[in-house]
């Protein structure tokens, strides 16, 4: 349940139209609901603006299928659920399809995937996210549902590393006009500094696992953006996708 939900339903008991006992069955699913296996968090869009996502890896593709369709019946904003195997994209869209909610959107190749549902009204705000190469893909592809889901419309400037700066500096006026960008690169990450040394727009780093050895899986590139020169660069965990569209959420208005 989000705001304009509860607004709406003490709206129906306040003219009648809902009853007190009525009102009280629909909000015993806040603030949580407790399927045995997993405890919904109901209570999440009205703290924070922003739903509940289910994280995928370590559940069963049956306790996906119960968490979303939980979801979906309880709440009327967006549903997400993110790093996805087959199978558990397979046993969701097979039960939301029998229940009349539709396959979902997938998005993302390779052996993960997000699936979304009933993405959010259109959000004002426009959105840049930045790869510094093709291997950055995956995440940039996390990212860019995840923001489509809240209502975020991003444009995507993809293999725009500094081996190759004339690429990026092609995009200038680009990023001189965005509301927010998002830095998605590996190795060594630098391209998180010189995008934040050219936008006046907030922007969220993600460093990635892509890279050669000395680049250990993400870390060489997580510790140059925590360590750039670009003042106010906002950094996030590595391939975490996700939490950088979340934190676009926050950032704008």
């Known amino acids: 349940m989000d705001a304009s939900s509860l607004r709406a339903l003490i709206d129906q008991v306040a003219a009648g139209d809902c009853t007190p006992d009525d009102a009280v ?29 289910v994280y995928g890896p370590g559940k069963s593709p049956e306790h996906c299928a119960a968490i979303v369709e939980e979801l979906l019946n309880a709440t009327p904003g967006p549903v997400l ?24 959107e997938v998005t993302g190749a390779g052996s993960t995937h997000t699936m979304t549902f ?10 840049l996210v930045v790869t510094a190469g093709t291997a950055d893909l995956p995440i940039a592809d996390e990212c860019t549902a995840v ?21 990026l ?44 050895g000395a680049a250990f899986e993400g870390v060489t590139a997580l510790l140059a953006m925590l360590a750039g020169c670009a003042s106010g660069v906002t950094v ?18």
């Open 147 to 167: 923001l489509r889901a809240l209502g975020f419309a991003p444009t995507v400037l993809v293999d725009c590393g500094v081996a190759g700066l004339h690429r």
């Open 81 to 104: 659920l993110t790093r996805a195997t087959e199978a558990q994209v397979k046993a969701v869209s097979a039960l939301t399809e029998a229940l009349g909610h539709g396959p979902g």
């Open 169 to 212: 500096l092609a995009e200038l006026d680009r990023l001189a006009m965005a509301d927010a960008v998002v830095v998605i690169a590996g190795m060594e990450g630098a391209l998180a500094s010189v995008v934040g040394g050219l936008t006046p727009a907030p922007v969220v780093a993600v460093p990635t696992s892509t890279g050669y």
């Open 118 to 127: 009933r993405a959010a009204p259109a959000r004002d705000g426009s959105v």
């Open 25 to 53: 069955r629909q909000l015993r699913r806040l603030p949580y609901a407790d399927l045995g296996f997993a405890r919904i968090d109901h209570h999440r869009d009205l703290r924070q603006g922003m739903p509940e996502a």
């Open 236 to 253: 996030v965990g590595i391939d975490n996708g996700y939490g950088a569209a979340c934190a676009i959420a926050r950032l704008l208005p």
